[in-house]
């Protein structure tokens, strides 16, 4: 008889970003010998960009729900929630572990109406602020309250993402554990060995200071302040060029507001691309413009191949990039600030050079995967033992 652990985890779906990573690491890096992981996802949709390659990379096979979308959709969440009931009586999982909102909500509900032990919820981020209007806001909230009271853990990636859940009123503070995310940083931390590749594709001389930034485009994210902070650096006299990596909803009327501030040609859009290690390899600084972060995979990545990062100071970035020693933090939606911010780097690159090398350190020893799956770990044989 098999005597292994079965874990069932559940995500909305595999789109570019931290989540999916974070969901294939802890499927395919917990011990074979002691546990069965099993992967359930539902489908991207167009321009989100599609992770599954990573999963089969790492030889893990996910279930796909296809009526698991993001959005509410009461006959498709109804369906998802039978066939969750379905597949969970089939493999009878000892641990159901959610990730993302949709399946957080369908997956917990379907994990207690199939009877398994334990039930437990990673947030990667929230949406309790800067995506909906207040009444919808009200009842997401409301909704992860009563969900809460159903699951026998919560988690996040950071402390300041742990304050901010409870303070919604979610769920006592100590009532969620803090896991940080766990990547593969190897390939980054070897970036300079691809120093000028991006350059030369794109036509840019090693002399021009070049400032990107890198992940989804959609409205959280914030491009526009990435914009108009881009045009007040150039008003300022600076011959900077701006690269945006990435795709998503708001391309086309970024690309259109780009041209409209006069920008023409000094940025540069790309899509979404798979070689972010020659990206960052490349850049003079890293941007992060959000208004509302988990912990942007982005910044640990740039971190992590000695890329100078200047980002807002929101939700979990805090945690992950201290003011004036790992990097520079911004108000919210300020592009005045923005733009002086990136020049102050931009002139002294021997501090900012300093901050990179003493981020580099730190990502490296914080968000490994190796240290995401001892934590994993250690957390389950806990909550298993309290069953």
Request: charged letters at 25%; one cysteine or more.
């Amino acid at each position: 008889m098999d005597e292994r652990v079965r874990v069932l985890r559940l995500i909305a779906r595999l789109n570019i970003g931290g989540p999916a990573i974070h969901v294939v690491a802890l499927t395919a890096g917990l011990d074979p010998a002691r546990y069965d992981s099993r992967l359930v996802t539902g489908v991207p949709a167009p321009q989100e960009g599609d992770m599954t390659y990573l999963a089969e990379a790492a030889g893990v096979q996910p279930t796909v729900v296809p009526e698991m979308g993001r959005d509410v959709a009461a006959f498709d969440d109804a369906i998802s929630l039978v066939k969750l009931c379905r597949l969970m009586r089939d493999f009878r999982p000892h641990i159901v572990h959610t990730h993302t909102a949709k399946a957080g909500a369908v997956g917990r509900i379907a994990a207690r109406l199939a009877g398994v032990p334990v039930v437990v919820h990673t947030y990667h981020g929230h949406v309790f602020s800067g995506y909906f209007s207040p009444l919808k806001t009200r009842l997401t909230i409301w909704a992860e309250r009563a969900l809460a009271k159903i699951s026998d853990r919560l988690i996040t990636v950071s402390e300041r993402l742990r304050d901010e859940i409870a303070g919604f009123g979610v769920a006592a503070r100590d009532c969620i554990e803090v896991i940080p995310l766990g990547l593969n940083l190897e390939p980054f931390a070897q970036s300079a060995a691809l120093r000028g590749g991006f350059r030369s594709a794109h036509g840019l001389e090693p002399e021009v200071k070049l400032i990107g930034s890198v992940g989804r485009l959609v409205p959280i994210k914030n491009h526009q302040l990435f914009l108009r902070a881009a045009r007040a650096l150039r008003q300022s006299g600076r011959a900077a060029k701006f690269v945006i990596v990435g795709d998503g909803e708001l391309r086309a009327g970024l690309e259109a507001e780009a041209r409209a501030l006069g920008l023409n040609g000094h940025v540069i859009f790309t899509g979404w691309r798979k070689d972010l290690s020659a990206v960052y390899a490349d850049l003079d600084l890293l941007v992060n413009t959000s208004r509302n972060e988990g912990t942007p995979v982005a910044v640990i990545e740039a971190m992590a191949a000695g890329t100078p990062v200047v980002a807002t100071r929101v939700g979990g970035v805090p945690d992950l990039v201290t003011d004036g020693v790992t990097g520079t933090l911004v108000p919210s939606d300020d592009a005045g600030a923005l733009a002086r911010a990136l020049a102050e780097r931009l002139d002294r690159a021997d501090d900012s050079r300093r901050m990179a090398a003493a981020a580099r350190a730190q990502v490296q020893r914080r968000y490994s995967t190796q240290e995401l799956i001892r934590n994993m770990d250690a957390l389950y044989l806990r909550l298993l033992a309290e069953k």
